[in-house]
T-cell receptor
Framework: GQSLEQPSEVTAVEGAIVQINCTYQ??????LSWYQQHDGGAPTFLSY????GLEETGRFSSFLSRSDSYGYLLLQELQMKDSASYFC??????????FGAGTRLFVKA | EAGVTQFPSHSVIEKGQTVTLRCDPI?????LYWYRRVMGKEIKFLLH????????ESGMPNNRFLAERTGGTYSTLKVQPAELEDSGVYFC?????????????FGPGTRLLVL
């Protein structure tokens, strides 16, 4: 079957750096995305990697290694407002996207 | 620009009843997706429209679920009759044609509870 694995919870302190890993096993691969969701809100697109390497967008960076079927989201200079759930997602082709179960990030003062 | 909107935000119904969820995508977005998230689980793909045509409905659980997108604008997802396991948050997302499929704009979801 198709699946994405990511940790269920991560805790970090304000100002720190945290990395959320995602490994995937899918029948097709077009790219890896990351979404952020605050409680009760809509998932919001953060980043997208189609090719190997690091993509940086402000405090957030995302990495992809297609040969390892692995990626991660790196959050720097953590702020309290970064407390949310983070989902990795893989586009498998034909517009079908597979999501992980999400990682709850708790940022402590 | 208005985002993706969904109605209702919450719905509590009894087993056996019918519920219809509505999604209004961002204006001009031809791609429309429905997803469902059961507590603590992944956001699961249900189906995808391009305009009014269903492109992929492989994620629909069974024939109790019917999605439509008449005129290629808003979409409805009807569950009839609802079962307990249908409870969850139903998300709608949209995107313009030609963008990376992973760049989707989500609505806030409809929280469905079947008792």
């Amino acid at each position: 079957g198709q699946s994405l694995e990511q940790p269920s919870e991560v805790t970090a302190v304000e100002g720190a750096i945290v990395q959320i890993n995602c490994t995937y096993q899918t029948s097709g691969f077009y790219g890896l995305s990351w979404y952020q969701q605050h409680d009760g809100g809509a998932p919001t697109f953060l980043s997208y990697n189609a090719l190997d390497g690091l993509e940086e967008t402000g405090r957030f960076s995302s990495f992809l290694s297609r040969s390892d079927s692995y990626g991660y989201l790196l959050l720097q200079e953590l702020q309290m407002k970064d407390s949310a759930s983070y989902f990795c997602a893989v586009g498998t082709g034909g517009f079908k996207t597979i999501f992980g179960a999400g990682t709850r990030l708790f940022v402590k003062a | 620009e208005a985002g993706v909107t969904q109605f209702p935000s919450h719905s509590v119904i009894e087993k056996g009843q019918t519920v219809t969820l509505r999604c209004d995508p961002i204006s001009g977005h031809d791609n429309l997706y429905w997803y469902r998230r059961v507590m603590g689980k992944e956001i699961k793909f249900l189906l995808h429209f391009v305009k009014e045509s269903k492109q992929d409905e492989s994620g629909m659980p069974n024939n109790r679920f019917l999605a439509e997108r008449t005129g290629g604008t808003y979409s409805t997802l009807k569950v009839q009759p609802a079962e307990l396991e249908d409870s969850g948050v139903y998300f709608c997302a949209s995107s313009p044609i030609g963008t990376a499929q992973e760049t989707q704009y989500f609505g806030p979801g409809t929280r469905l509870l079947v008792l």
